[in-house]
């Protein structure tokens, strides 16, 4: 039995909305959900911050975050793959 076990760790996919920091991003992340009573799709969204170690995502960027151990109080996520590179206006 040498099967692969499906990771538990969870990924999202968000923008890029802050890279001032050092080796840290912070990803704005956006989901539609129904509303309970009026059954309107309702766009809820949450900010996490992700570990750049070699800070390679700037502003604009659509990335996916892997769930990692607690690296900071506030960081608990990795930046683990590009999705979509930011347009240059």
Known sequence: ??????????????????????KTVT??????????????????????????ENDAYHVGDVIEITESRPLSRT???VASRLVQKAEIV
Request: net charge positive; hydrophobic share 35%.
């Open 1 to 22: 039995m040498t099967e692969a076990k499906p990771s538990l760790k969870r990924t999202l996919i968000g923008k890029v909305v802050s890279d001032k920091r050092a």
């Open 27 to 52: 990803v704005l992340v956006e989901r539609r959900v129904k509303h309970e009573l009026y059954d309107k799709i309702v766009i809820k969204s949450s900010k996490y911050h992700a570990h750049d």
């Open 75 to 77: 960081k608990n996520w």
